[in-house]
């Protein structure tokens, strides 16, 4: 099983800054098969990026997706009131897996 | 539009059972992998398994197996995930989200989630 590890745990920020989320594999993950999440208290989770670097439908392009290999980033150019959230990593290996998450929280 | 719309609440004993509904509408139910993840309270998400609508074919992570089973019925466009021997740290809220094969695999449509108590 690749395990996701995502750091920092917690990022304290205030709007109009620039976010940079890392997320860490055990082992290789195609570029294809990493997407990131965000979530919002009392929502299911909400896609925002495909294939390392896509942005899903609806994503505002201040949300970019970079890496490969084993090393994934997640960067929010410039921070709006409604990007405090949590965000979570997702691989599909042979399964699936989570990182465990980032919380973006204002400062 | 793509919705998918699960089952209410449920409250449950330890040992017992649970069984959650994921209907679904807007798109070609069995053109899509139906996937189930799991979030513990303040907890990240925990993926748990897969169905095929068109097959019934499923596969299910490690943790899970002989415990959960993930059924469809076509004819309804919906998809279940029973969870058996439950105990207290399977109280979560549960989650459906269709795979988008274009898209990496990724999961871009999820229900609203299903909130699973389980308490003596």
């Known amino acids: 099983e690749i395990v996701l590890t995502q750091s920092p745990g917690t990022l304290s920020l205030s709007p109009g800054e620039r976010a940079t989320l890392s997320c860490r594999a055990s082992q290789s993950v195609s570029s294809s098969y990493l997407a990131w999440y965000q979530q919002k208290p009392g929502q299911a989770p909400r896609l925002l990026i495909y294939?390392?670097?896509s942005r899903a439908t609806g994503t505002p392009d201040r949300f970019s997706g970079s890496g490969s290999g084993t090393d994934f980033t997640l960067t929010i150019s410039r921070l709006e009131p409604e990007d405090f959230a949590v965000y979570y990593c997702?691989?599909?290996?042979?399964?699936?897996?989570f990182g465990q998450g980032t919380k973006v929280e204002f400062k | 539009q793509v919705h998918l719309v699960q089952s209410g609440a449920e409250v449950k004993k330890p040992g017992a059972s649970v069984k959650v509904s994921c209907k679904t509408s807007?798109?070609?139910?069995?053109?899509?992998?139906m996937h189930w993840v799991r979030q513990a309270p303040g907890q990240g998400l925990e993926w748990m398994g897969w169905i095929k609508p068109n097959s019934g074919d499923t596969n299910f992570a490690q943790k899970f197996q002989g415990r959960v089973t993930m059924t469809r019925d076509t004819s309804i466009s919906t998809a279940y995930m029973e969870l058996t021997s439950l105990r207290s740290d399977d109280t979560a809220m549960y989650y459906c989200a269709r795979v988008a094969v274009l898209r990496g695999r990724s999961f871009d449509y999820w229900g609203q989630g299903t909130q699973v108590t389980v308490s003596s």
């Open positions: 294939g390392a670097f």
């Open positions: 997702q691989q599909y290996g042979s399964l699936w897996t």
């Open positions: 807007g798109y070609s139910f069995t053109g899509y992998d």
